[in-house]
């Protein structure tokens, strides 16, 4: 493929690339409406920008300013272990009951909807491993820097798994449960790129931007 495009005019390999960026992003545009469609809530959407501006405001009188180290491995403990067997067990001892979550597919107010939420999602994951990186404090924010492995169900048996750096960033209450919590990471290299033919493509404009 690359010999083809080398010997033919650069206007026509730009055409190409223009044609076939085009395509590619009317395809993420439909997919990001099914996505809005299949993951969404009975609840109204609220803007990303002001879900987490009005969670923030509604725990920063509760968040602990002083967590222990031992609530901190906790916090890793469990987010390290992507299984149902410790969703179910241990997600009611980590989170509180009133937890504001969000990451870039959902927005989540309470501890019920999303266990259920992870419970799903395990369900769909063949791999999983977290590395720690470090993390950092400030006034009772605390930040996760992490690396995620994770393969998926529907990933070919040769597939290697996909690697994802990202933060969380967290809040924990006086019971050192976790009542804010929000993901930081590229959402496009654990759904989109893995999409057929539509993966491809966005894998091949990346190359050649």
Known sequence: MVKCIQNVAPGVSALRTMNLTNQCLSGLMCLTACLAAGCASNSTKTDPANYTAQALQATA????THVSPEIIQRF?????DFSSNNIVMHTKEVYAADVWFRDPFKEIHGEPEFEAYLLRGSSAVAQYSM???DVAKHDGDYYFRWVMTLRLNRDGKNDPPTLNNGISHVRFDADGKVIFHEDYFDAA????EKVPVLGGGIRFIKKRL
């Open 189 to 192: 290299t654990f759904l989109y």
């Open 131 to 133: 590395e720690w990186s």
């Open 76 to 80: 890793k403990d469990y987010n390290g």
């Open 61 to 64: 009188s509760v968040k602990n």
